[in-house]
């Protein structure tokens, strides 16, 4: 993939790009499915039931007849809604997770594109989104929706900011904003991997990363048994999916981006391990961490918004910014 | 130019945590409440005036359905005073009959109150467990009565159907079984920090507040005053039976939850007592006659019910159908406080309060 | 337990076997029907005659039925008149009545001579000291109810309105955390504009109960801050719960 970027466009690559597109686009796609049948099944299992078991084997057609079920449904617009805002806010939270999918590295030679600002980049795009479930909140004319966008908006913005300072410590010891660069100074074992040294920014951005995505225990925004599903309560039919969409891939993003900067990417954690192929090994650490994600949504009670705030900017900043102050100081120890 | 406006927010009646048909009108300045009016009624379905027209003993299925998570208390809440106003007496082997069931619908109510506060506050999973364990009593239930939720059991004199062959076995087989699983579930939320920083120091009042707006159940002994009226003026005989008034301290959600789970577990100790001393043999409904005529009169008595204090008042006029017939519902009651407690705290803290009042709205309308 | 049918004379088990022959005659000659007390029939008593068939023929069952529900009201009839005859000695002094005594001398001397109508001791009912109070002295024996040091009545039970025909009521219970005592209060007022006082000021718990007092039957009671109606809908007409209650459609 990296050759064929350095060559100059002619109607052929711009094909096979275009191609490449659309095959990640299906197998995201296609994750996503499984996930939230993997997702239903799990939280049943915690909770003593089988999850979806009827429709298809084990229940693997489920979330096609969801899908489905949602094409199919009456495209409701409430009257006094804001019908531009309404009908843009969910592609406005879509379209960025696709986008960032562009600059996630999958193994050595599956990547879309080596951008020397990959981490940024996402960063950038995924603040998007943001504004996309503010504008679906204002937009429904439902004062449910509204408080539910506020709070959203409020919890994204305090998060993305210890979210990224966590990150900070990975990218100056490895000296790069590239991803690919990243997981390449974590190869030789599960001892050179990030996590290890960088156990604050570690920890500091799993926590910031469960709440950017929404899911519990920092589910407030969409809290069923208070809001009544929040920002996207005026939502139905394929709108409605678009949402669930875009949490799921950005589900995707995360865990991908959790896995190239802090569990070492495809590296596989002993190095006598190495001829399984490293997608391989990136596939069983993302979906640990999926895994993980689902697990704690089964488990934890949701948390109250001004305790959510306490948190983020009380605790989890303070403790990223001293994750970089004792980085900065150890690399400065060692170079000298 | 920047002003804010206050909302006004409608909580209810469709909405998934007010534990029923039940509205509250709320007045937020952003996410703070200024003001907070409950609207009720919408389960109203006149039992007080349907039971002027009824006998007494036809009452009884109106009375499972006030509290629907609690039948049994209903039940003998209503036959309790009648028997007052005709001074039945009732067998040994019913009045035991009476207090198992009325011991394991506590520990029922509370298991669902359990699952569904826990819901509310956002933990899925603990829901499912209170209802697999809650669904072993009921099935012991469906066995003696023949019904799941509503069960018609106790008459003016004694118990309907008699305990069949080995249902006391499993009940003593529930209760190690039970304890077991109350550890599991304290492990499981009792210590979660989010649990805990959900809970603690909300809705708070003190004792003088308490009593003042007539709280009954854990809803007045979190506050600290000790008072459970199966051990201050014991009906039945609870009076043989050794167990413990849990109370608390602080008066907050953090302590009614404590106190609740601690009454299982007194529950479990009565249960324990009550299996051991049960009567192999006896009458299980007493000498009554076919036709109820209580004597003229009048006559208030109330009971323990796991949400409180429930009191059936009646007024004969020596008619085999009641005069006047007023339930004093625990729900109701409890309710008054809401606004006051709701003032100044914020939508999640709504939730949170509203559950740990533990109402069921089938007994706030009647 | 009670099903078993032993063969067995002996007095104490007379009574045993005379509820299940009961029940046992019932399900033969009703073929099965539900038992419930309220299809009237012949009342169970406790010394039915014991040479009775169990298993014998429809006639003989009636028959038999017959000869016991006579012989069971002319035991009846005997039994009343033992019961007159008792009437008529003194009946022993309540323990309630001290406090009973106490509480109108409390009245009489806090709030007017004549505000105490009428004091009682509910037997029944534990020997709850029951007092009924005039209508405008109401306010002023809550208050001394609430406030007075060997009363201190902090906590309402239960506040119900009852509708007698000729009259309308309101009933208090009434207990005391300090003194851990139990009172029923009673207001009369009549029908055409009921009006007692509110004591939401001095109980709060008092004021959903007197809302639905006054939703149900019509009873104002001034001094409640917010008096509407709590259970029917704002817009109904009437009041449910009174004895003279016309719905205006009457298929509700």
Known sequence: MGDLLKESLTWGHFLIFVLAAVVMLLIVLGFVTYTILFERKVLGWMQL??????????????????????????????????????????????VPSFAVIATLPFSKSLYNADLNVGLLYYAALSSISTIGVVLGGWASNNKYALLGGMRSAAQMISYEIPLVISVVGVIMMSGSLNLRTIVDGQLGGIW?????????????????????????????????????????????????????????????AMSTLITVLFLGGWDAPLPFLNFIPGLVWFALKFLLVVFFLIWLRGTMPRIRIDQLMGLGWKVLLPLALVNILVTAAYLGIING | MIRTEELLLNVGPQHPSTHGVFRIIVKLDGEVITEAIPVMGYLHRGTEKLAENLTFTQIIP???????????TNNYCLVHAVEKLMGLEIPERAEFLRLIVMELQRVASHLVWWGTYLLDIGAMSPFLYAFRDREIIINLFNELCGARLTYNYMRVGGVKWDAPEGWIDKVRRFIPYMKEKLEEYQNLVGGNEIFLARVKGVGSYDAKTAIAYGLSGANLRCTGVKRDLRKDEPYGIYDRFEFDVPVG????????????????????????????????????????????????????????????????????????????????????????????LLVGETMTNLITILGGIDIVVGEVDC | MSQDNKENTTPENESKKANTLGR??????????????????????????????????????????????????????????????????????????????????IFRQEVAEDAVEEA???????????????????????????????????????????????????????????????????????????????????????NWNEREVYDLLGIDFPGHPDLRRIMMPDDWVGHPLRKDYEPIDPEV
């Open chain 1, 49 to 94: 039931r089988p999850g979806p078991n009827r429709v298809g084997p084990w229940g693997m057609l489920q979330t096609v007849a969801d899908v489905l079920k949602l094409l199919i449904k009456e495209d409701t617009i409430p009257q006094k809604a804001d019908r531009p805002l309404f009908i843009l806010a969910p592609v406005l939270v879509f």
């Open chain 1, 192 to 252: 050179h991997w990030n996590f290890l040294p960088q156990i604050i920014g570690f920890v500091v951005f799993v926590i910031a990363a469960v709440s950017e995505l929404n899911r519990t225990p920092f589910d407030l925004a969409e809290a069923e048994s208070e809001l009544v599903a929040g920002y996207f309560v005026e939502y139905s039919g394929f709108r409605w999916a678009f949402f669930m969409l875009a949490e799921y891939v950005y589900m995707f």
């Open chain 2, 62 to 72: 109106y009375t499972d359905r006030m509290d629907y998570v609690s039948a049994m």
């Open chain 2, 249 to 340: 301290t602080n008066g907050d959600c953090y302590d009614r939850y404590l106190l609740r789970i601690e009454e299982i577990r007194q529950s479990l100790r009565i249960l324990e007592q009550a299996v051991e001393q049960f009567p192999e043999e006896g009458e299980i409904m007493g000498k009554v006659s076919r036709v109820l005529r209580p004597p003229v009169g009048e006559v208030y008595t109330a009971i323990e019910s796991p949400r409180g204090e429930i009191g059936c008042y009646i007024v004969s006029n020596g008619k085999d159908k009641p005069y006047r017939l007023k339930f004093r519902r625990p729900s109701f009651v409890n309710l008054q406080i809401l606004p006051k």
């Open chain 3, 24 to 105: 046992v005659q019932e399900k033969e000659t009703e073929g099965g029907k539900a038992s419930g007390p309220s299809d009237g029939g012949k009342p169970s008593e406790p010394s039915d005659p014991p040479q009775l068939e169990r298993k014998g023929s429809p006639d003989e069952v009636k028959e038999a039925k017959a000869k016991a529900a006579a012989a069971a009201r002319a035991r009846a009839q005997a039994r009343g008149k033992k019961a007159e005859s008792a009437e008529e000695a003194p009946k022993p002094p309540s323990p309630k009545q001290p406090l009973l005594d106490e509480l109108t001398a």
């Open chain 3, 120 to 206: 009682v001791i509910n037997e029944i009912n534990d020997h709850l000291p029951t007092v009924t109070v005039k209508n405008e002295h109401w306010y002023r024996c809550a208050e001394t109810l609430a406030n007075h040091p060997s009363l201190q009545m902090d906590y309402l039970e239960n506040l119900s309105g009852v509708d007698r025909e000729t009259h309308m009521e309101v009933v208090y219970h009434l207990y005391s955390f300090q003194t851990n005592r139990h009172y029923c209060l009673k207001v009369k007022t009549d029908r055409e504009k009921p009006s007692i006082a509110s004591v939401t000021p001095i109980w709060p718990s008092a």
